[in-house]
């Protein structure tokens, strides 16, 4: 959930499984109902998500919250991601988390 990771498939030459390569694409001021919904059912049958969590990017997308912010804005969302996912690793500027495994 960044501008990231369109470079990330390209360098790692992996096969693209998100529509959006842009997290404005969703998250933006201007984001088309149907996207948001589109990445949620991608939230959804994610196992990893790797997530922006200083970079604003006030030009791409209309505000200036970060993607992990503009997560957090979205209440349903949100909520199904505290529930399904822990953070596995943190950088400076993102968030690595993988789905939790449920017994």
Not at 30 to 58: H, N
Not at 70 to 91: G, H, I, P, Q, T
Request: glycine share 2%.
């Amino acid at each position: 959930m960044s501008i990231e990771s369109n470079p990330l498939y390209q360098m790692a030459d992996i096969k693209r499984v998100s529509k959006f390569a842009l997290s404005s694409m969703y998250f933006g001021a201007g984001a088309p109902e149907d996207w948001k919904k589109d990445i949620f059912t991608e939230l959804k049958s994610s196992d990893w998500l790797v997530i922006q969590v200083k970079l604003r990017q006030s030009t791409f997308n209309g505000h200036n919250r970060t993607a992990m912010e503009s997560l957090v804005s979205r209440k349903e969302m949100y909520a199904y991601f505290l529930e399904n996912f822990e953070v596995c690793d943190s950088k400076t500027s993102l968030h690595i988390f993988k789905r939790k495994i449920k017994n």
